[in-house]
């Protein structure tokens, strides 16, 4: 079995920053270091968008236009845990923030890629 759990979301102003973790545990995650992890949001009444990726060592991420520049994702394979960093936070990355898992290849910035799901972390940002 495998699980993912989210942390560190709450309420911050416009401008502000946030450190969301993404915690594994389960026999699946013991082999942590072969699996690539995604970071995905969805806010009310809109898709599940791409937010991050970060390779199997955590030496490479692709990030969305939209948060480039002001978010950074990081893995820490001994901890079982990945980050992503938030700073200069705005209203329209208010949202639900999701962790996600897979083991494949390829560009990986779409929902359907991901096999493992986290039940998300609220993030609000306020003006």
């Known amino acids: 079995q495998g699980q993912l759990v989210e942390s560190g979301g709450g309420l911050v102003q416009a401008g502000g920053s946030l450190r969301l973790s993404c915690s594994a545990s389960?026999?699946?995650?013991?082999?942590?270091?072969?699996?690539?992890m995604g970071w995905f949001r969805q806010a009310p009444g809109k898709d599940r968008e791409f937010v991050a990726v970060?390779?199997?060592?955590?030496?490479?991420?692709y990030y969305a236009d939209s948060v480039k520049g002001r978010f950074t994702a990081t893995k820490d394979n001994a901890k079982i845990t990945v980050n992503l960093q938030m700073n200069g936070l705005k209203p329209e990355d208010t949202a639900v923030y999701y962790c996600?898992?897979?083991?494949?290849?390829?560009?990986?910035?779409?929902?359907?890629?991901?096999?493992?799901w986290g039940q998300g972390t609220q993030v609000t940002v306020s003006s």
């Open positions: 996600a898992a897979t083991q494949s290849w390829g560009v990986l910035k779409r929902a359907d890629q991901y096999n493992y």
């Open positions: 389960g026999r699946t995650f013991s082999t942590f270091s072969s699996y690539t």
């Open positions: 970060i390779g199997r060592s955590g030496g490479i991420t």
